[in-house]
């Protein structure tokens, strides 16, 4: 089995902010959607491993909190991307093996070498 979805809820005035952070980390441009009468929500698909991450507005529920790992074999480009994109300010790990940071609403995420 293999995650393919990952869905966020993000209050409303951080969703563009998450997109850009996501977008930064998975190399991918984040693209506006809309299904039906639903909220417009941003989609970001990883081409390395085709996860989708979609952020939703945080409306009628609270936002996500969690910590996510990535692993990858390019992750100093991704902590490149991260700050000239995102604006966001990786550190090193304690360990250092790998960055983590926080996105626009508080999420940790690591990002580690490796499949």
Partial sequence: MKLSLIVLYVPP???DRAAAFYGAVFDA???????????????????????VMELYPATSR???????????SDVDAAV?????????????????KGWWCHDAIGNTVVLLRGA
């Fill in 13 to 15: 005035p951080t969703l």
């Fill in 80 to 96: 490149k991307r991260l700050m000239d994109r995102a604006y966001a300010l990786p550190e090193k790990t304690r360990d250092g």
């Fill in 29 to 51: 441009e984040p693209v506006a959607e809309k299904h039906g009468d639903g909220p417009r929500h941003w989609s970001i698909t990883s081409a390395e491993t085709g996860l």
């Fill in 62 to 72: 609270p936002h996500t909190t969690t910590r996510l790992e990535v692993r990858g």
